[in-house]
């Protein structure tokens, strides 16, 4: 760059460095959804369309990204992936070793979003090929939550989970995402109330009288719905799971336990930019799966050992 006198004017520049050997939760939001699920006519309070569109999107990024190490997305909210029908959030999960722009967060941000923008507009053809889109076109924002340990990390995503499995009994009965306030108002096929009228006869009741009404009223056996839309959508890559001998123990608190793990961070972020580059390639080459999984339980983190660890598994031989 010229050295000239205007220089002084980079001094306006905030820095932004996230803070060191902390989780990177990238959220996305979609902007203004409600009106453009009503403007394509998705169907409530699940569309499948939609819902594949999004998580293709997200295994784009992923393929884009090899940083990132998981995506989550549920109906009303997408924590990155998913079910992204009338407004959401997305969420993508950066290890706590990541070095990627420095950890700069507008360029994290602005990389992530704008990505997902694009493939997002890119692949809607694919799965609504007789609506074509029209501005306004979708658009998408965002913002970076840090998390200091793979507890809070992990409580997060249950979080996430746990209001899925509670908010689609609800959005079943009332043709709403997430049974929120967000959202047109969509007469309820079955049953014949509308949308605030289902939610004021809703109020007060558990997961279990829901699930009672869908089968009494409407003959819907929650236990029979989709996985996706009861459990979201898991993005990762997949290596070669863990069968017979689960993560150890040890390693398990080690990982879990963010204080007695100061040491081996450090050695993460010391490795030298030859061997951060082969592991960038060894994720590249593995595949992106979608899974609709409980992600609660711990098994699914043992058997995935490389999604806490950050070191890339086996690539499963093909068959």
């Not at 205007?6 to 001094?11: A, F, L």
């Not at 997200?58 to 109906?75: F, H, K, R, T």
């Not at 306004?136 to 939550?145: H, W």
């Not at 899925?164 to 109330?193: I, Q």
Request: hydrophobic fraction near 35%.
């Amino acid at each position: 760059m010229a050295n000239s006198k205007y220089e002084y004017v980079r001094t306006f520049e905030r820095p932004d460095h996230l803070l060191p050997n902390t989780w990177i939760v990238i959220r996305i939001d979609g902007r203004g959804f409600h009106k453009l699920s009503a403007k394509y006519a998705f169907e409530k309070p699940n569309d499948r369309r939609a819902l594949d569109l999004m998580n293709t999107a997200a295994s784009a990024v992923m393929n884009e990204l090899p940083d990132i190490v998981v995506g989550y997305g549920v109906s009303d909210e997408y924590s990155v992936l998913g079910q992204l029908v009338d407004g959401g959030v997305g969420s993508f999960v950066l290890h706590q070793s990541c070095i990627l722009f420095e950890r700069r967060e507008s360029k994290l941000l602005t990389t992530v979003v704008s990505t997902f923008t694009s493939y997002y507009v890119h692949l809607w053809p694919s799965f609504f090929p007789d609506t074509p889109l029209s501005p306004p076109l979708p658009s998408f924002d965002g913002r970076v939550v840090l998390y200091p340990s793979a507890r809070n990390l992990r409580d997060y995503l249950n979080w996430r989970q746990v209001d899925c499995k509670v908010f689609t009994p609800v959005s079943s009965v009332t043709g709403r995402p997430g049974g929120g306030s967000r959202g047109k108002t969509a007469e309820l096929k079955l049953g014949g109330l509308d949308a605030k009228e289902a939610e004021k006869e809703l109020l007060g009741s558990h997961a279990t009288d829901k699930n009672e009404i869908l089968f009494s009223r409407f003959m819907i056996n929650y236990n029979n719905e989709p996985e996706m839309y009861k459990k979201g959508s898991v993005v990762f890559r997949d290596y070669k799971v863990v069968e017979a001998d689960p993560m150890p123990p040890k390693m398990t608190k080690e990982i879990m336990d963010q204080d007695e793990d100061v040491d081996q961070i450090g050695v993460e972020l010391e490795k030298s930019k030859t061997q951060q580059e082969k592991d960038r390639k060894r994720r590249a080459k593995a595949r992106i799966t979608v899974q609709y999984v409980d992600i609660i339980k711990d098994e699914f983190w043992e058997r995935r050992p490389w999604l806490l660890s950050n070191k890339p598994g086996k690539i499963p031989k093909e068959p």
